[in-house]
């Protein structure tokens, strides 16, 4: 399987994805061992990444993870320009940390150390904050070990942020799940970005000791904001829907359509087996006109699967919005 093959494969499964058309079987066997290639790699690159953050701070929470195949089918599709083979987060490890002097002195330790694997790349998103307010910093090694060669060069991504950073990403995670857009990729109700871009602002001002009089223009946007959303109690609702979820062996498959009454303070879940797309669908635009005339009513429809790989991605904190929410209400309200 030459790099090449792989290439051409994403981009079919790339168009397929763009259609709404079926994968083809021989394109994701290339994915998934193009993919599964990584975990090697990860593994021995996670080691230094976890072993460096607990020295620094006993209770630093790590975790790793191979990406899953509609994350990166997606990321491609949004990225054209982005191949298969030339993808640098198809294993991915991550570090939060209590504040960023932690998040940089780990930076540095890591970036001492005496492995043969190559630093290829670094992002310092704290300091070149993304359009959508993510705050993190990446670094991204090249493998490189003698007793496996064919697996030299493969990248696998580190990602080292502060707690309040990643109760940020978690909840920018849920809305966009529940909402079905990629909110952290700047794609969605220019609101909900706007949300949280301002509290990423304010979060920032607060990891860094600012005044309280600095957070006064910011906490005005953001308070309207917060009551147009109804922010609170749609985090809230969201959280305790997804963990109810992925308790339940009630939901195993399928499609949930969800139907969240703030007011009332009711959520309803009405679980579809996957061949029942059509009906899932239709109970969901049928509730979605209902909820366009209520300003107290939200509706969402996710698959099951869709859930476990936010949980994949976010174990440290799955779906836990309270350190989000208590953050901002201490300076929003």
């Excluded at 061992?33 to 080691?47: A, T, V």
């Excluded at 959303?229 to 959280?239: H, K, R, V």
């Excluded at 994949?312 to 779906?319: D, E, K, N, T």
């Amino acid at each position: 399987m030459s790099k090449k093959e792989v290439g051409r494969a994403g981009d079919r499964l790339v168009s397929s994805y763009n259609d709404d058309a079926r994968y083809d079987g021989f394109d994701v066997g290339i994915l998934h061992e193009w993919r599964m290639l990584h975990l090697y790699p990860l593994n021995k690159i996670y080691y230094y990444l976890q072993r460096d953050a607990l020295l620094l701070n006993k209770n630093a929470l790590t975790s790793s993870r191979i990406k899953r195949l509609p994350s990166i089918v997606s990321k491609l599709s949004r990225f054209p320009e982005m191949k298969l083979n030339k993808m640098q987060d198809l294993g991915g490890c991550r570090a939060i940390l209590d504040n960023v002097e932690q998040v940089y002195q780990l930076v540095d330790r890591i970036r001492a150390s005496r492995f043969r694997h190559e630093l290829v790349r670094t992002d310092d998103y704290m300091v070149r904050v993304k359009d959508s307010g993510y705050r993190s910093y990446h670094m991204v090694y090249a493998f490189n070990n003698s007793k496996y060669p064919n697996l030299n060069g493969l990248r696998i991504e580190m990602q080292i942020r502060t707690a309040i950073q990643h109760s940020w990403a978690t909840a920018v995670e849920m809305v966009g799940l529940f909402r079905q857009e990629s909110l952290k990729s700047g794609f969605g109700d220019p609101k909900w970005l706007r949300f949280f871009e301002l509290v990423s602002e304010l979060f920032f001002k607060v990891e860094n000791g600012e005044s309280l009089g600095s957070y006064n223009a910011i906490s005005e946007e953001l308070r309207a904001l917060s009551v147009e959303l109804n922010a609170f109690d749609i985090l809230t609702a969201y959280s305790a829907v997804a963990s109810h979820i992925e308790g339940s062996d009630k939901y195993k498959k399928g499609l949930c359509v969800i139907v969240v009454d703030t007011k009332k303070r009711n959520i309803n879940i009405k679980n579809f087996d996957s061949s029942n797309y059509q009906l899932a669908a239709e109970m969901y635009v049928e509730h979605e006109k209902h909820c366009a005339e209520n300003i107290d009513c939200e509706v969402a429809m996710v698959s099951v699967s869709s859930i476990d790989e936010l949980k994949s991605a976010y174990p440290a904190y799955f779906l836990d919005t309270k350190t989000f929410l208590n953050n901002l209400s201490r300076f929003v309200f």
